[in-house]
């Protein structure tokens, strides 16, 4: 079947011109332990009838679990990992009935798939667990049962975070704790990431409390870091499983571009309409992954027009799954799904993570997702077992869809990206003290368990907090004073955003009507003042921005434009930390002061400004950690002799420098894991601290998180990356496929191609031969 659709796409011409490149990816065998696993009976049992066989990866977690190792166990999707770290909870489980075990997924929708699973083995095999999930869509009326009765719970970090203040309540829970389970824990990465491995200490602190010392099992995708991960995020030592013993059939992998002929008006989304209805017309079930909500619902709809006179049965079996459907509505789909029910679905990436749908003929990825993790988490949705598949990836017209697109070899052999954890925070280290003090008096030899690199900075935190009048120091220990509780009304432990490190979100009202939150660069850049923002598919036209309030007020309309806020960035370096000299390039890294200045906007119709409009916003201005580098000198007059040196080249040379701005930025989120819009950047022509040519990228976060610091260390990679983006984009003058801004926040009325080439030629020469 795969063979006879790649035949057809090879023979049709319109398919043809678009298919850049297709990689085969062999299939590969079962590998199974062949060491006698001895179970309890039950366990034994419900192995043998549902005939599972524990592959090699599985046993090996299963041995390190036993001698008493906490386990990383970084296989890839669809290779049994639940299987690895459930299985030894449940041996342990069966034999000591006191244990128990929590289990934190990053998602609800992931912990209630858990939930079902493990639910079928406890009551197939009558273990008396009980098994539960408790967040906060769990009744009231069964929270105190789970705490009395459950052995295994299932939660989230944002639930966790609330539950610890709480913890006297899990008091026999805790006592008997031998087992954390951390799954998706790649999840956990830059400012979730940090907030994740603080919230961990604390976890780890209330179970001490109790005289528990739990074994952690982690569970994530391929990553090239993943035992430094596991310890940044834990604090303790692991054992790895790396190598998977499950079997995969073979797979086509699909580098499909819209762009790779001239055509006026190229259509990602029209492109990824035509290969999905394509797909599910030659019987492929099929799974398209969209970029947005709307997409997804767009996508779908159109799909089930299309095919309303020609091939009516098939408009039932298409739908849309994305966040925002009610449990019982994506129950209903998956189950639907996995029974063959539907042939083709259309999703945002709720259903990247573990959700068991089953195994599928063909995946769409319609735009790279911004990690090479979370591409291969969408490939593993199809080709399960010895079935063979097809994945499709549809470029997008920014820097890095175009640039594998080109360089398919990169993409295909790169080891994979490193997870960032980042313990040098102190805006989020302060805010997990003060939750750690009210959840419990903190002690002075507690203080290394927060793994802060430097212990003095710690101590510096707590006497702030003691000034502040938020904690205060008696009996040998520092506590959670209770005049600050009563002025603010609400425990420090509802103040802390985790997936942010200023706390205070904005919020967004239709009316009375809640809609969203957002941070606070966030609101300045889609929610200023009529700023048009749009929500599950809706456009609003901002009123009012309330800065002080923190509250932005909409009205629903429907517009045929959209906004988009543009800012100007100075910066200061306070400190340099690092630095390296590479010919005539000076490298460095360290601390610096950030102002960004969001001062006005553009009203877009269609890809075409129309006005142009003034914004009246205070700046931003933080403290956070990057790199910067140097232009020679020599750079600068080969530019002039290229490009002419008349009364505009000041202006000129700053477009070409801006250029390797904005591709460096497009590039760095390939090698550290990272969101664009997590990292900044800013180009001075003459910058006062350098007294040269410099170009900025920072962290985007209050104190940073470590993007930037492992981006110093792979300059050279991120260079040499720009360079051949930009070398090997067709364009004549410069795109968005290469030198324009991926975060479309600067004035690109100067960029030049041309010029930004030169520069990104000379470094990538001069790092080349140093």
């Given amino acids: 079947m795969t063979k006879d659709i790649l035949t057809y796409f090879q023979n049709k011409k319109w398919f043809r011109d678009r298919i850049e490149h297709i990689e085969e990816i062999p299939a590969r065998r079962a590998r199974y332990t062949t060491e006698k696993v001895e179970l ?64 934190i997924y990053p998602t609800k929708a992931l912990a209630n798939d858990q939930l079902k699973s493990i639910l079928k083995v406890d009551e197939a095999c009558d273990l008396e667990i009980f098994p539960a999930k408790y967040d906060g869509d ?14 295994l719970v299932i939660t989230n970090p944002y639930e966790l975070h609330l539950i610890l203040p709480w913890h006297s309540q899990w008091k026999r829970f805790f006592e008997n704790i031998k087992y954390i389970i951390i799954d998706e ?64 059939g073979k797979k086509y992998f699909i580098f499909f571009n819209p762009y790779a002929i001239e055509s ?31 997409m997804a619902e767009v996508i779908a709809l159109r799909s089930k027009e299309q095919f309303k006179t020609k091939q ?46 089953g195994s599928l003929d063909s995946v769409i990825i319609s735009g790279y997702p911004g990690t090479l993790i979370s591409t291969w988490q969408q490939a593993g949705r199809a080709g399960r077992s010895n079935q063979e598949s097809i994945i499709t990836m549809v470029a997008f017209q920014n820097p890095l869809d175009q640039y594998f697109m080109k360089h398919p070899d990169l993409f295909f052999n790169k080891t994979h990206e490193h997870a960032i954890i980042d313990l040098n925070n102190q805006q989020i280290l302060r805010d997990h003290l003060k939750c750690a003090a009210y959840e419990n008096p903190l002690k002075l030899n507690e203080i290394e368990s927060f793994g802060f690199d430097d212990e003095g900075i710690v101590i510096d935190e707590i006497s702030d907090l003691e000034t502040e009048g938020i904690i205060k120091y008696a009996d040998n220990q520092w506590i959670y004073d209770d005049q600050s509780l009563l002025k603010k009304d609400k425990s420090p432990n509802f103040e802390v955003n985790l997936s942010d490190v ?101 009203v877009i119709n269609y890809s075409k400004i129309i006005s142009s409009k003034k914004l009246n916003l205070p700046p931003l201005n933080f403290k956070t950690k990057g790199f910067w580098f140097t232009i020679p000198f020599e750079i600068k007059e080969l530019i002039k002799e290229e490009l002419g040196d008349d009364e505009k080249f000041n202006d000129v040379f700053m477009g070409c420098l801006q250029g390797v701005e904005n591709v460096m930025l497009s590039v760095t ?62 364009c004549e003058y410069g795109c968005p496929a290469c030198i324009y801004s991926s975060q479309q926040q600067t004035d690109d009325k100067y960029l030049n191609k041309k010029g930004t080439l030169i520069i990104l030629k000379e470094l990538y020469e001069t790092i080349s031969n140093n």
């Fill in 138 to 151: 769990t009744p009231k009326s069964v929270r105190p049962e789970i705490k009395r009765k459950s052995r």
């Fill in 312 to 357: 009516p049965e098939l408009c039932n079996k298409i739908t849309a799954y994305r966040a925002g459907y009610t449990v019982d509505e994506r129950k209903k789909i998956e189950d639907d799904l996995k029974e063959g029910k539907l042939k083709g679905i259309v999703t945002t990436n709720a259903l990247e993570l573990g959700i068991n749908i």
């Fill in 264 to 294: 006026k008006n190229p259509s990602i989304h029209n492109d990824t309409l035509q290969l999905f209805n394509t797909f599910i017309q030659n019987d492929f079930q099929t799974i398209c992954f969209e970029i947005s909500r709307k």
């Fill in 669 to 730: 989120p390939f090698h550290v894991m990272c969101d664009t819009y997590d990292l900044g950047g800013v180009t001075k022509n003459m910058h006062e601290n350098t007294l040269n040519a410099t170009i900025f990228i920072y962290d985007g976060f209050e104190d940073g998180v470590g993007l930037t610091l492992k981006a110093y260390k792979l300059f050279k990679n991120i260079v040499k990356m720009a360079y051949e983006l930009v070398r090997d984009c067709d």
């Fill in 40 to 103: 309890p009976k039950p366990l034994e049992d419900y192995l043998e009838e549902n005939e599972i066989k524990l592959y090699t990866h599985q046993y090996k977690s299963l041995k390190y679990v036993r001698e008493g190792h906490n386990v990383i166990i970084t296989t890839p999707t669809a290779s049994g990992k639940t299987l690895s770290f459930t299985l030894p909870v449940l041996e342990d489980l069966t034999n000591n009935k006191d244990d128990t075990a929590l289990y």
């Fill in 185 to 248: 824990a790649h999840q956990y990465r830059g400012v979730f990431g940090s907030n994740m491995a603080f919230l961990i200490r604390r976890l780890k602190r209330i179970c001490k409390f109790y005289g528990s010392e739990p074994q952690f099992i982690i569970s994530t995708a391929t990553l090239a870091n993943p035992v430094e991960f596991s310890e940044k995020l834990t604090g303790l030592e692991y054992k790895l499983v790396d190598e998977n013993g499950s079997p995969s």
């Fill in 502 to 602: 200023r706390s205070e979100p904005y919020k967004v009202f239709n009316g009375h009507q809640f809609l969203e939150e957002m941070n606070e660069k966030q609101a300045f850049r889609e929610a200023h003042e009529n700023a048009v923002l749009i929500h599950n598919g809706d456009t609003y036209l901002v009123r009012q921005m309330d800065i002080q309030e923190r509250r932005v007020y909409v009205k629903k309309k429907n517009l045929n434009y959209y906004t988009q806020a543009l800012k100007e960035v100075d910066v200061k370096i306070l400190r340099e930390e690092k630095e390296e000299k590479i010919g005539d390039i000076k490298l460095s890294y360290g601390r610096l002061n950030v102002t960004e200045k969001y001062d006005r906007y553009n």
